[in-house]
Structures are given as structure tokens and as C-alpha cells.
């Protein structure tokens, strides 16, 4: 087995070296753009708070998305089995058929509706009551709400369940109440491409702020560039500083959204555990994950690095010593 000879350990050891003044002066770069941020403090919180909003809205929708997915994935999964009875059907025999659908093995409970009940219930709630009242006979039939039982094939089961209770000679129609389900999610992704349009015209906003942050720095630092450059540094030695001042202003607008979002659904949950007590429900919103909140915060460093770039290079190309 041979040894390395005097040249590659002198060849290995420069780049050693060379890998850990890079990385050294990448560092000090690191810490010099965060302190020349805080020495104005209120500049930068102001700069980052323009960002945290901007971001905070498409993220916070996001998150109301997705809660309102899960609460209406919870309805669909309960969503009832309307039985109307054929009009001749007394109330005896609703009975008798209440009692005998509730002992079906896919069947959770079997709610009784009147004919009257259903009468008083169509007056009070579609404005026609004076109307409704001229009528000499009720022509509503009875209705049999039917909940079936929650299963992980859920819908399946409610599809078998509704041919078994269309063959039972004294039922009219059978009909599961989802036509409300399927518009709710036609508007879920509706909200969504929306939440998408809205994300990336917000981006683009963030990239104008980081820019002209960016620049406004840059002219502020003229002379000092014109003289790095007649001394012989790179522009890719002139703009490290500006990229990580584009990463330090990224990062503190992405905690910021963080926290906005946080916030809003925090003052927001209580509000909307009342609403759905009101329909004897159950339903507190999610906060913002741990990987929505790792997405932002990448994607809002993204920006600010980008940003930082395509502003360093642009104006850097017009800065030369004369």
C-alpha cells in the first residue's frame, strides 16, 4: 500500500486550507450583514414587516384552507339519507319502517319527520306561510333522515344503503344529501387556485421590496464598491454582503408571517368553536404546521436571496471606477 507523497499532502492541505478561509469568510460575511441590520433596528423591522404581511396572506388562507377541508371531509363522511315516504303512508306504518331501517347493521340512527313537521318546517323557512296556509290538504309525504354509520368505505356503504331502502315498496325516493358537499368543494378549489394566483403576486411584491432594499443599500455603499474594485475585489466578493442582507430580511419577514398567522387563528378559533357549537358540532381550527411554517420560511429566504441577486447584478454592471 503506498504512501502520499510530499506534493499531493502539500496539494491536499491548500485545499484545506483555501475550503476553510472560503468558509471563514463566509461566516464573518454572515455576521457582518446581521450587525450592520441591527445597528437600524427600525429599518429593518420595518422592511421585515412589510414581507412577514405579505407572506402572512397567502399563508394564512392556506392554513384556512385547510381546515376547511378537514371540517368538510367530517361532513361528507356524515353526511345523511333522505327516505321520503309515498304520500298514502300513515303515521303508524312510518313508524313501523323507522324501527326497521334502525336495525339495519350500516345504519347509525333513523330520525322520524312528519308530514306537519315537515309543514311547519317549510312555512318557517321559505317565507310562504300565508300561502302554504290556503291549502286543504299538507303535500308533503314523511321523511325518514337516515345517518348511516361512519366506516372508512363510508360512502360505498351509502351508496348499497340507499338501493336497499329504494326497494322497500312504501318508500318514494331515496336520496343522499350531498348536493351541498359537491358545491362546497367546487368553492374549496375555486378559494384554492386563488390562494395560488394570490401567492405568487405576492412574491413578486416581495421581490420588488427586497430590490429596492437592496438598492437603496447599494447606491448608499457607492464609493465603497468603486473603491473595491480598484483595489482588485471580485463582484462576487461585493455581493456576498448584499445576498446575506437578502437572507437576514427574508428570514425575519418569514418568522413574522409565522407569528401573524399564528396569531389570527389563535383571536379566530374562538369565534368559530362557537359557530359550530351552534350546530352541535365540535371544531377547533389548526394552527400553522411545523412543515407550512419550514415551507415558508424557506420560501420567504428563497425571495430574499433572489431578490438580492437580481439586484446586486443589475447594478453592479453600472458601478465601475473611472
Known amino acids: 500500500m503506498s504512501t502520499p507523497n510530499k506534493s499531493q499532502r502539500t496539494v491536499r492541505f491548500s485545499l484545506i486550507t483555501l475550503l476553510k478561509t472560503y468558509l471563514l469568510r463566509h461566516v464573518q460575511v454572515f455576521f457582518y450583514s446581521l450587525g450592520q441590520l441591527l445597528r437600524h433596528p427600525f429599518s429593518l423591522f420595518m422592511t421585515a414587516a412589510v414581507i412577514g404581511i405579505a407572506l402572512a396572506l397567502p399563508a394564512g388562507l392556506h392554513v384556512l384552507l385547510k381546515n376547511v377541508q378537514q371540517l368538510s371531509g367530517e361532513w361528507d363522511r356524515t353526511t ?32 322520524y319527520i312528519s ?33 348511516p354509520l361512519i366506516t372508512l368505505d363510508e360512502k360505498n356503504i351509502s351508496n348499497q344503503l340507499i ?11 331515496a336520496q343522499r344529501d350531498e348536493q351541498w358537499i359537491k358545491r362546497l368543494y367546487a ?13 405568487i403576486m405576492l412574491a413578486l411584491a416581495v421581490l420588488l421590496v ?20 480598484l483595489i482588485g475585489g471580485t463582484n ?11 437572507f437576514w430580511y427574508g428570514l425575519f419577514g418569514g418568522f413574522i408571517a409565522i407569528f401573524l398567522v399564528s396569531i389570527s387563528l ?20 389548526t394552527n400553522i404546521s411545523f412543515m407550512t411554517s419550514t415551507t415558508l420560511l424557506i420560501s ?21 471606477p473611472r
Open 80 to 111: 345523511q339519507i333522505s327516505v321520503f315516504l309515498k304520500s298514502d303512508i300513515n303515521e303508524q306504518r312510518a313508524h313501523t319502517l323507522q324501527q326497521q331501517i334502525s336495525r339495519f347493521p350500516e345504519v347509525e340512527n333513523v330520525h
Open 115 to 147: 308530514k306537519q313537521e315537515a309543514l311547519d318546517e317549510f312555512q318557517r323557512l321559505s317565507g310562504f306561510g300565508d300561502a302554504l296556509k290556503a291549502l286543504k290538504h299538507n303535500p308533503l309525504p314523511s321523511v325518514l333522515v337516515v345517518q
Open 163 to 173: 338501493k336497499k331502502l329504494q326497494q322497500i315498496k312504501d318508500v318514494d325516493i
Open 187 to 199: 368553492i374549496i378549489d375555486i378559494v384554492r387556485r386563488g390562494v395560488v394566483l394570490l401567492s
Open 210 to 229: 427586497i430590490g429596492n432594499t437592496i438598492r437603496l443599500a447599494i447606491q448608499n455603499r457607492r464609493d465603497e464598491i468603486i473603491i473595491t474594485k
Open 236 to 246: 462576487a466578493f461585493i455581493r456576498r454582503p448584499f445576498l446575506y442582507t437578502g
Open 266 to 285: 389563535l383571536l379566530l378559533n374562538g369565534p368559530v368553536t362557537q359557530l359550530t357549537s351552534l350546530y352541535q358540532g365540535s371544531f377547533n381550527l
Open 300 to 320: 420567504s429566504v428563497l425571495l430574499g436571496l433572489s431578490g438580492s441577486w437580481l439586484t446586486v447584478g443589475r447594478h453592479l454592471r453600472d458601478i465601475e
